[in-house]
């Protein structure tokens, strides 16, 4: 029997999401290499050239859009007026995210126009001639049907000069590896492969694209999951497995093959608790 997504039920989702942003130190480490690395690479080298007043900015996935908070201040440098059209199917987190920007002083110089829906009913329709300086596709890739297509459309919608920034689960990330090992059993035979940072790193090169990747480590406590009462557990273990309810609805095999990952490689223990790897590729493509 195949699994409800978790994806699905955007409450939880959120919710969940949430607690995991909370539990690991995954956005801590990106905030800083956005903050360092990601403003040198732009700011110093002046890798994007934007000729124009007004940035236009793309965000595929956004959720709470505390990325795109930061991403505003490395791109448009405090002072200059960014438009950000938000491609999120979950209208939760886009809520949450249109009352951070119209609260925040320093996002007095930004707009956004969210759009709730996937990137790929987005680009069934998408207006080819609107063009981009900067898109970001941060932790989506997992989510999307066919992420050749999404990566090509979204270099067609740059602009000459412009960046696309990509963040994918590494080939170290426990919850790419969950998911392609234990995805047909949670969602049925019909299951595609869900790309780490090297597959999207080789989908660029067979493209053409210039590009440079890094990777960043990372990682989540997961020691609460191995606590059946404990609700935090149980919703973190929705978030690494996508399945909306796991521990309820999972058959006994199923969780068994989950807490065999939580004993491999892909985990390890420190200071008598248990972590699973949430590495992250960094790419940014250049056009
Ligand atoms: C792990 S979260 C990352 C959010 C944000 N980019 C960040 O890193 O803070 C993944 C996001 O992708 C969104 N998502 C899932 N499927 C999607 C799709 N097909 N198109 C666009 N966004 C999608 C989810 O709703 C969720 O907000």
Redesign the pocket.
């Known amino acids: 029997m195949s699994l409800r997504k978790l994806?699905d039920n955007d409450k939880r989702?959120a919710e969940a999401?949430k607690l995991f942003?909370q539990i690991s130190d995954q956005?801590i480490k990106?905030k800083t290499w956005i903050l360092q690395d990601f403003s040198k690479e732009i700011n110093s080298t002046c890798l994007l050239k934007i000729n124009e007043d007004i940035v236009q900015m793309m965000?595929?996935?956004?959720?709470?859009?505390?990325?795109d908070m930061l991403l505003f201040e490395v791109i448009g440098n405090m002072n200059q007026k960014i438009n950000e059209l938000v491609?999120?199917?979950?209208v939760v987190?886009i809520e949450k995210f249109k009352f951070s920007v119209a609260s925040s002083v320093d996002c007095s110089n930004v707009t956004i126009e969210c759009i709730p829906t996937?990137?790929?009913s987005y680009n069934m329709t998408r207006n080819t001639t609107r063009k981009f300086h900067f898109i970001?596709c941060?932790?989506?890739l997992?989510?999307?049907?066919n992420p050749v297509e999404v990566i090509k459309h979204a270099f067609d919608s740059l602009l000459e000069g412009g960046v696309l920034l990509i963040?994918q689960g590494a080939v170290s990330h426990g919850m790419t590896h969950i998911l392609n090992t234990l995805g047909d059993k949670m969602y049925g035979n019909a299951r595609r492969h869900v790309p780490n940072g090297k597959d999207i790193e080789e989908i660029i090169q067979g493209l053409g694209f210039n590009y440079k990747a890094d990777v960043v480590d990372a990682k989540l406590d997961i020691t609460e999951c191995f606590d059946p009462n404990s609700d935090k557990g149980n919703l973190l273990l929705d978030f690494i497995t996508n399945v909306d309810n796991c521990y309820e609805r999972a058959s006994p095999d199923l969780q068994n093959a989950i807490y065999d990952v939580f004993g491999s490689d892909f985990c390890f223990e420190e200071d008598g608790k248990t972590y699973l790897k949430f590495d992250f590729s960094v790419i940014i493509v250049t056009k």
């Open positions: 994806h989702y999401f942003r956005e990106m965000g595929i996935g956004s959720g709470f859009g505390k990325l491609v999120e199917p979950n987190e996937t990137i790929e970001h941060i932790h989506v997992y989510y999307v049907d963040i």
